[in-house]
Nanobody, 123 residues
Framework: QVQLVESGGGLVQPGGSLRLSCVASGFALNYYAVGWFRQAPGKEREGVSC????????YYADSVKGRFTISRANAKNTVYLQMNSLKPEDTAVYFCAAHGSVCVMKNFDSGSWGQGTQVTVSS
């Protein structure tokens, strides 16, 4: 059965780092574009980052550019989101999703989603 599971969230101080993992089962993640999204209470869901399976290109929201890095570990059927220089405004539930082969963020609405992992940035 198709499944995505996020892990790696937790409580971290401002300026700290976390690495989130998105692990797929039931399908080969390397054939799909994978996006990271986040949602804070009372806020709309925001596309954070994406990696294409068509050409390997990556996307980052302006709010995280230069701080976050998305990557694949195909042998582990996993996509990572390395988050550095974390800020309180990064606090949210982070989700990964897989769909298609290109990073058109709207397309992920009809993709496969995980259950999310909580990231809290606070002193």
């Amino acid at each position: 059965q198709v499944q995505l599971v996020e892990s790696g969230g937790g409580l971290v101080q401002p300026g700290g780092s976390l690495r989130l993992s998105c692990v797929a089962s039931g399908f080969a993640l390397n054939y799909y574009a994978v996006g990271w999204f986040r949602q804070a209470p009372g806020k709309e869901r925001e596309g954070v980052s994406c990696i294409s399976s068509k050409d390997g290109s990556t996307y980052y929201a302006d709010s995280v550019k230069g701080r976050f890095t998305i990557s694949r570990a195909n042998a582990k059927n996993t996509v990572y989101l390395q988050m550095n220089s974390l800020k309180p405004e990064d606090t949210a539930v982070y989700f990964c999703a897989a769909h298609g082969s290109v990073c058109v963020m709207k397309n992920f609405d009809s993709g496969s989603w995980g259950q999310g992992t909580q990231v809290t940035v606070s002193s």
